[in-house]
């Protein structure tokens, strides 16, 4: 059996304010918008009675209902809407720890 050992240490000293990856946070919000997006889409399908995809298309652009066309245009916007989302906390976040931190 092999052994792992974990060296925990950080590549930062204390005095140096925190940083975000604007492209790894960019890049996660939009795959959580995504899924959360098809998520919706689904139990749109599944019980439309419920009416839970109703904002999806009431935010979201150009979306008709449960067509290829709005899930295609949905996802494109779901990555669209996460990354800017993502990549401008992280950037307002930089600055800030930057500034103040």
């Known amino acids: 059996m092999a052994t792992t050992i974990l060296n925990v240490h950080s590549e930062t000293s204390p005095a140096m304010p925190a940083r975000l990856s604007v492209p790894v946070l960019g890049a996660t919000l939009a795959v959580f918008a995504s899924i959360s997006f098809l998520l919706c889409m689904l139990l749109g399908f599944v019980a439309p009675e419920w009416g839970l995809h109703r904002p999806w298309l009431q935010f979201y652009l150009g979306l008709t209902g449960f067509d290829l066309r709005s899930l295609v245009l949905g996802l494109l916007q779901s990555v669209i809407f ?17 500034r103040f931190g």
């Open 82 to 98: 996460g990354g800017y989302a993502g990549a401008l906390i992280a950037a307002i976040f930089n600055f800030i720890s930057r």
